[in-house]
């Protein structure tokens, strides 16, 4: 108890909390409606941010998230409607995922090439692939349905906004969790942060830097193939050209905004998603009759203005970016 | 002595084969794979590439469209290339490049009382300046208050866009139009052509020289180049970080902005939100290609510019959808940078190009 | 019973060069192997070949009979041998704990087991004796004390073989004796060790052989009782070496710099100078002994702009220096040698030639107005690399293609080149070889003889007393006294370092 | 692209051949919408008249002149040009080749050359039966629009004819019901971001609105499509009858505010080969697509109304109030 008050986070909390519950208490059919879309705007997004922190914790700048979500909701799509089975579809998808991260680790780590290069390779050939292949006039043969968590789902307000969701998402949130715990209380967690931070170090300690960033990059691609499929087989139902229109940029901002945790990345998803619904909300309520551009900036502004007051100093992982010489250091 | 110092100083321009050779051979390596996939398609490669290449470099007009595309390409890579110098990652080339082309039209449709050579400063200073303003933003948030250059930039994309449409659509929309667009811009401010040359390009390359001198030769780029490569050692010997890395954001943001105005006083003629999306993010590509050298730019950009003017009629002519230039982009980008190809040249280095996130 | 460790014919090459040429060597049970020669003669490369760090192009290791496999350094580290690298190898974000239990994490299920190991660095701490904050932060701690962790790194699995590579060159005396005991007592027990250090009288106090390499051979071996430190010193360079700096006595000039009532925060915002008076005359090299992390550090920086003061003032010359940052400070007429050269002191991407005028980059003769004077940089380049004995096939290649000693001789020269009227230079020799600290020191003792007010802060008290001719101890913060070097003890000097009255 | 084979390519230019190009936006011709029903008008109208036909699609806007001068070169008889955006550089390249016919779809054609047709639509109209069928088919008196970038001519018409409608509708049963049009809120992905348009329709289904008109590229399939996983709901898709084109919708598409894109393509290139086709604008026609398999879930009185009310929408008799 005594840290939680210490901790930042608990402060952030109680700053959306007591307003929450007091919309709440003003009509808690919308502010719990706001809430449950916020979840499903800010899923996929943090998602999208996991696979950053995967990636960027053990010291491989990804800038091909969008890529990654690009290729792998078009394969979960294509698949599932040549196997006619969205769980097929869905392992296709994370399998890609893996082999778009096996390609970025192969740029990265064996060939030492630029990150920032190897992740723009990875978004132009995702880009190109998607569009070149893409054939119009499928179907799914079915989606992953909502599915209520029994007991859970009847908690008030908590049970609409978190446990309403399909299986990708509860599967997100457990990603999501996970990843925390394992990044900050296992030994995977404390060899990745330091093949992130000082890799000699780790190396010298008999981690294998390389082995690690490896492996911790393709998890990283299936948690994009995850991202990929929520998007594809679970939230929309449809794939198109431009799928992920930019949310794998805009994941790369709230990772940072996160600061590279797990949960920081989650609240700034959870933040721009709330934002977003917030804003479909004043038009749905007609409320204000502000132009719809400045609504829509709306999200953005407050990341900038939140992060200006705060002036958060962030820190990336210091390795981040820098091929690893062995022996070297 | 003099003789080891010109020696030294010959060095730096002489350039070893492999840095000629594997751009080259990349480019072909990428076309042959993307062969592959059109016969795997039914498609004939010979025909496309035939088709692709005789309309971007084959005529007089294909070489102007090729320039004409080329042009906001050099200045939106340029504008990255200044970023990464100064050890920022400017992912808000879009939004930059998008006010200032928005400031420009505004210039060069509102202000109609000028003289002609004015009146183009004018409405080109209006480019830059505005997409200075944006890059200022990014730079001063980074520089005094600590924010992350790749946060803001990303988001002051999504905020200049929902601005510069608003703006296209109220304010500044031509009057009984329905679309969002402003009018168009007068005659006289008009970037000429020079014969099918387009003037714009003359400026991009001006530029792209300019740069080059002002990074080598002076010390303002001396000052940039050090914060980039070491910003402690940098603030050591004298030179500010926080003014630095606010120049640097805020020209970047000006060349970016500047690519917009060119774009718009010399081919467009007005402004209207969906002509000028991609150019931002072609700019990382291209800068990177160019391996962050204000020079290298520019064949890059012409080979992105000749394959996307090409693009069109190598689908009429050979059936080969316009995404195929993507695929080759990616390719491109892939055997120019991976060990694969530049193994075999003694010199190439592998270095890193960019800093990550980190300075 | 074959021996701990036996390196056989090992060779490793290097682009241009032979690290390692044909290398073999043994290291028994019990016993202490030093290994001496200058930088670059091959010692880090040959060792972290043992740890399994490097590939030997050929030749065979062999720990315990078995040979060891290129790569594994887990393997290698679970046949109990431990190494302290020549640079830190922890992670400054990470808590002490964090970083001796990375690699062979103690667990509860799945999660790390923090008490576990927690109790773990306590218990380890005390049977070494060797005293650290199982959770404070590597990057708040002083270098020393992050040596300290290093070592109980090395230490934490019961090791048969230690290898230490220069764990000296950021210790106290005291804390130098400390290990040393600590090396006594582990051989005592059985473990055979091999020691890197560039500081001969360490070698001769606890070595029971010696092996000496030069130009990446093994040039030979002996033992402390049959040489002494002379002849130590000619094994490894192949000539006779000076070690006693020669100096005439100082021309005392005028008070050139003077500090008062000097107080300054540290990176954590406490109160790390907690006033200092000091004077600075010129024609003198002042010497400020203490142990690290006692405040020198911040003195320095707040003295060259690279900090700001919390109160009291500089006066150079009897003029205020306000303008806090490092140009300004240097413009005044200060120049520093940092502590940090790889960070503050080098771009090391940029070319010999650029640094050697980093901090006069916007100024005549290397610029013209707004344009650099390439001829110029190239003219002073060439001709700076010749005076200071820069090793470099070229003065256009890049400042990280040089070795430690060499880097650090460009940033002395550059900051010698102007002949300001003060001179600070911080740990100016850390982890230079014998040649190139005979020749710093020559440059330093120069710049005194030519005028300069001399200021040396350094950890290594030998250094201190052969170069300076006042002393001042730095303690907790605090100058605790200022002494005339002749006839200044050595022991005296210590225990106030360590903060010991009388 | 697929040929008809009528013809060959190769004759295009000459006397006896009758060949057709299509420059999409920047869209592609499978976009399920009007690139795609405009491209499938021009394969109707080769068909009808025996003639070839072939698309170049735009990557980027500046391209227009450059594309339309790849089928003028060539002698094209019909050069379709799609999308409002292309409206100058249709006309300017009529100029260019006097002979060849123009259409412009979603164009409207306000210059006095003879060789352009702006093939147009009124949207608001189509709009407006949707939102009155809308308003005839609610439980919940909650209906709800996810709509692209409000600044397109052709979006904001559909919107604010079909609250129009709805307002229309509930007049005449004499009840109050809400009705709540979400506009894309800008940027480039406007058209593009069908993740925005899913959650955007769960927003409104969450509320209880229980009818989801989605008109606005990608995004507005997104949200039919969303919103044909919750039972109990119907949607309205756009521009062309996308039960075929949007089949993830079908549980709930009751109709698609349709503008006859494909028919009014085929009209016209039919019309240029008789020569029969008249310079100015061609005003297609507008309505309410097929139930489809829906059609027992509207009431036979519903349709009916609707059917009156489409009469009336079409005669012009009945205004929607919509500001053009
Ligand atoms: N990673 C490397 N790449 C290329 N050459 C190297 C590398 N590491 C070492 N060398 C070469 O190997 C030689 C031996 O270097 P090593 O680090 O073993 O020297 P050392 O004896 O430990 O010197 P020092 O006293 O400076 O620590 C050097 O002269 C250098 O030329
Ligand atoms: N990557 C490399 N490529 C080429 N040479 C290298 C490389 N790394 C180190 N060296 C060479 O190795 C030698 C010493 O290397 P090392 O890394 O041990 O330097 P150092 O320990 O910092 O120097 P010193 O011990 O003098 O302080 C130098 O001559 C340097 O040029
Ligand atoms: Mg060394
Ligand atoms: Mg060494």
Redesign the interface.
Known sequence: MNSLVKRRGFYYALAVAIPTFYLYLQSSNVTTSVFSIAVTFAMPLALAAMVGIMCERTGIVNIGIEGTLLLTSFVAFYAAIATKSILIGFCIAMATGVAMSLLLALMSVTWKMDQIIAGTILNILATGLTSFFYIQGNMLPNMFKQKPIPGLSNIPFFGDVLFKHGVLMYLGFVVILTLYFALFHTSWGLRSRAVGEHPSAADTAGVSVSKLRYINVAVAGAIGGLCGSYLVLELVGSWNRGFTAGKGFTALALMIFGRWNPLGALAAAMFFGLSQAGANQLMIDGTVNIPPQFVGILPYVMVIIVLAISAGKVRPPAAEGQPYEKGQG | ??A??NE??G?KQKYDVGSWLVPIISVLAAMLVASL?MLLQGLDPVLAYNSLFTAAFGSSEGIA?TL??ATPLVLSGLAVTLGLRAGL?N?GVQGQLLSGALASAWAGYALTNLPPFIHVSVALGFGFFFGALVGAIAGY?KAF????E???T???N??V???V??L???PFKEPDQ???RTPQIIESVRLPMFGLLPSGFFVAVFLACAMWWILG????G?RF??VG??R?????????YKRTIFFAMLFSGGIAGLGGAVETLG??YRF????N??LGFDG??IA?LGRVHPIGIIPGAILIGGM??G???M??DA?V???????????I??FV???LISRFFKNSS?????????N | MSALLEVTGVTKRYPGVVANDNISLTVNAGEVVALLGENGAGKSTLLKAVFGLVKPDSGEIKIGGTPIVFGDTAGVIARGVGMVHQHFQLVPVMTVTENIILGGEPKRGLFINKKAARDEILALSKRYGLEVDPDAVIEDLPVGMQQRVEILKALRKDVKLLILDEPTAVLTPQEIDELLEVIRNLAKSGVGIVLITHKLHEVMAVADRVVVLRGGKLVGATSPKETDEAGLAQMMVGRSVVLQVNRTEAKRGAVVLEVKGLQVLDDRKLLMVKGVDLSLHSGEILGVAGVEGNGQRELVEAICGMRNRESGEVLLKGVPTKNLNPHAVHEAGISHVPEDREKHGLISTYSIADNLILNQFDQAPFAKGWIRDLSAIAKNAVETVAKFDIRTPSAFNTASSLSGGNKQKVVVARELSEDLPVLIAAQPTRGVDVGSIEFIHNQLIAARDKGAAVMLVSAELDEILSLSDRIAVMSGGKIVAVLDSKGADRNYIGRLMAGLKE | STAEKAISEADCGTENAFCIGVVTDLGKVDDKSFNQAAWEGAQAGAEATSGFAKYVETTDSKDYAKNIALFGDKGYNVIVTVGFLMAEATVAAAAQYPDTKFIGVDQFNGATTTNVTGLIFDEDRAGFLAGYLAGNLTKSDKIGGVLGMKEVPPVRKFGEGYEAGIAYAAKELGKTIKSSVIYHAAGDTAFSDPAWGASTASQLLGQGFDIIFGAGGTTGNGAITKTAQTAGTFCIGVDIDQWNTVPEAQPCLVTSAEKKLVKGVTDLIIAANDGTIAAGNFVGEVGLADYHDLSSSVPQEVQDKVTAITAQIVSGELATGVKP
């Open positions: 002595m003099s080891l110092i030294v100083k060095k996939l469209a004409g595309k990652f992912i948030l208050r600590g924010v992350h790749v946060i803001t990303i988001m002051l999504s905020i866009m929902g601005i449409d608003y296209a659509s109220h329905a679309l969002t030769y002076t010390t303002t001396f180049n050090s490569r070491n402690f050692a940098a603030w050591y010997a004298g030179i500010s081919i467009t209207e939100p969906a002509f999306l991609g990382i590509t990177l996307r003017a693009a069109a009629n689908q009429f059936g959808a316009p995404e195929l230039v993507d695929l080759l982009l990616a390719m980008l892939l940078t991976a060990p592998n270095r890193s190009l960019t800093g990550g996130w980190g």
